[in-house]
Each structure stands twice: as C-alpha cells, then as structure tokens.
C-alpha cells in the first residue's frame, strides 16, 4: 500500500530564517505531486505541482520554492519567510497514469511564523 | 475562474441522524470531484471520488452525487455517529487543478 510522510509534523521560524519542508511517497512510482498551504480563513490553496523528477509548475508567485531532487521526495523551500507564510502546509500525491485522479494526502506540517 | 461553495459552513444534528451536505460549483467543466474528510489539525482523508460521467458513489454510509448540469454535488451520511465529527471537503479538478471548498464543519451529538 501507498503512505505519504510529511516532516516536521511542526515547526516555529523567526521571520527572515530559511525553510524546507520535506515530503516523501512509498509503495508508487512517478507519482504527480502537490504542495497546498491551508491558512486560516483562506481555505486550501495550491501552490506547487510536479509530474515528474525537476519538473515543478508554480501555481501562485510568493516567496517560496519547490524542488523535486528524486522521484517521490517533493521539498518546499524558502530563503527568507514572511510573516504570511505561517499557515497548514500539505503535500499530496496522485497516480500520474491515470491523469488527473484521486488525490491523497499527508498529514501536514504546521508552520508558525514569529 | 472555478469557485466552490459549501453550504452549511457547520452543522450539529444528534447521533443518528443522516447528514446531508452541500458542494456547488460555478464551471460545470470539472473532470472529477473529490470529497475528503479534516480532522483537527490532521491531514485530509479521501472519502470518495465521482468523475464526469458519473452521477453517483457509494462507500459504505456514505452516498455522493454529482449533477454537472446544475453544478452540484451531495454527499450523504448515513445513520451519524459521533466518529462522524470533522471537517468535510469537496474539491472539483477544473482543468487539471483541485479547487476546494471551505468546508462544512460537523459535529455529531452523542
């Protein structure tokens, strides 16, 4: 069976500190992935998504970063974090053979920014 | 531009009762529409998935519909429980991205 692991589970950054956050998929191979920021009263956002090893598509211009350096490990970076950036951040994951299919997700990272 | 609406934004109905929860969509366009489950500050789970050319899914208690043409979907739970408690999503792949709604927020009382 698939599991997705996101790390840290949670995380408090000094405004100006750098981030990466690190997702990983087991049990598939070339899955399409997905950065979502969830902040409050913001509902789900998306943010990254990546068909495949280096290919990153940015879905929303901000100061954050993605990067894919192997096939399912899916990392969300930053050089300096904004106060704006604290929110519920979740990766997910979908069979990329199937197109556009059921997504899964993880269980998050909660990002506070001080 | 896709919007998704959830109407309740909370409900509370007592244990045994069926739930009945909204998702309406502006752009009847979509590939699929997803429904997923939030607990307090957890990961959200997959319930079901229903694509264009379906009208309905069933897992277990739970029964989704879809009517593209009206740009609705439903998602009915049956017999609540307290487990039932959380944070329901529905989200629609408009072009090749999810949108999701705000969420109704569920509490079920014992």
């Known amino acids: 069976s698939q599991t997705i692991h996101q790390w840290p589970a949670t995380l408090v950054q000094p405004v100006g500190s750098p981030l990466s956050l690190e997702c990983t998929v087991e049990?598939?191979?070339?899955?399409?992935l997905y950065w979502y920021r969830q902040a409050a009263g913001r509902g789900l956002q998306l943010l990254f998504y990546?068909?495949?090893?280096?290919?990153i598509s940015s879905e929303v211009p901000q100061n954050l970063s993605a990067s894919r350096p192997q096939d399912r490990q899916f990392i969300l970076s930053s050089k300096k974090l904004l106060l704006s950036d604290s929110g519920f951040y979740l990766c997910?994951?979908?069979?990329?053979?199937?197109?556009?299919?059921?997504?899964?997700f993880g269980p998050g990272t909660r990002l506070t920014v001080l | 531009k896709q919007e998704v609406t959830q109407i309740p934004a909370a409900l509370s109905v007592p244990e045994g009762e069926n739930l009945v929860l909204n998702c309406s969509f502006t752009?009847?366009?979509?590939?699929?529409l997803q429904w997923f489950r939030q607990d307090p500050g957890k990961g959200l789970t997959s319930l079901l998935l229903?694509?264009?050319?379906?009208r309905e899914q069933t897992s277990g208690r739970l029964n989704a519909s879809l009517d593209k043409s009206s740009g609705r979907s439903t998602l009915y739970i049956a017999a609540s429980q307290p487990g039932d408690s959380a944070t329901y999503l529905c989200?629609?792949?408009?072009?090749?991205?999810?949108?999701f709604g705000a969420g109704t927020q569920v509490v079920v009382t014992p």
């Open positions: 229903i694509q264009s050319s379906q």
């Open positions: 049990g598939t191979s070339n899955p399409n």
């Open positions: 997910a994951w979908s069979v990329a053979a199937s197109g556009r299919g059921e997504q899964f």
């Open positions: 989200a629609v792949d408009s072009w090749g991205k999810l949108q």
């Open positions: 752009d009847s366009a979509i590939y699929n």
């Open positions: 990546s068909v495949g090893i280096g290919q």
